[in-house]
Nanobody
């Protein structure tokens, strides 16, 4: 079973940047696509963006232009710039293949001065 482990969360000031990582035990090629989600306090989990095995990433309108999703063989990354307080959330990575989702445990990001 492939395991996903997020890291890189923490406290960042508004306007700052943060890079999250998701280590994939079986390598990112274990999945058809990978994605980032977030769950803000009191809200449902929401999609942030995804990157397919073959193709370009796409992003939610709310974060378009401020985030970049990338991969190497074993890691999914989320680069976040110009962070806003509403970016405070637990961020999760997900892998999808053959109708099945695999989730990490999440990493917490707090955007506050």
């Amino acid at each position: 079973q492939v395991e996903l482990v997020e890291s890189g969360g923490g406290l960042v000031q508004p306007g700052g940047s943060l890079r999250l990582s998701c280590a994939v035990s079986g390598g990112v090629l274990s999945f058809t696509y990978m994605a980032w989600y977030r769950q803000r306090p009191g809200k449902q989990r929401e999609w942030v963006g995804r990157i397919p095995l073959l193709g370009s990433p796409n992003y939610a309108d709310s974060v378009q232009g401020r985030i970049t999703i990338s991969t190497d063989l074993n890691t999914l990354s989320l680069q976040m710039n110009s962070l806003k307080p509403e970016g405070t959330a637990v961020y999760y990575c997900k892998g999808f293949k053959n109708g099945r989702d695999s989730w990490g445990q999440g990493t917490r990001v707090t955007v506050s001065s």
